[in-house]
């Protein structure tokens, strides 16, 4: 399983180590427009917090998108 986590900063460590042994994480901040683009077709879980509004827009852009 592929998490994207929207928010890293001030993100509780041990909720980062329980989304690892998950599988891969990556974090929005920081990434290149070609990381994105990879990650927006391979991530299943999309971890959002405040400052984040999703919409049909986001839903688009994440086909394997299942949380």
């Not at 041990?14 to 994105?36: M, N, Q, T």
């Not at 990879?38 to 852009?61: C, P, T, Y």
């Amino acid at each position: 399983m592929h998490i994207l986590v929207t928010e890293p900063e001030s993100y509780a460590p041990k909720a980062i180590e329980i989304y690892k042994s998950l599988g891969k994480v990556s974090f929005l901040p920081g990434l290149r427009d070609e990381e994105l683009k990879k990650i927006e077709q391979e991530a299943e879980a999309l971890v959002i917090r405040l400052a984040h509004k999703i919409d049909g827009s986001w839903m688009d852009r994440f086909p394997k998108l299942r949380m």
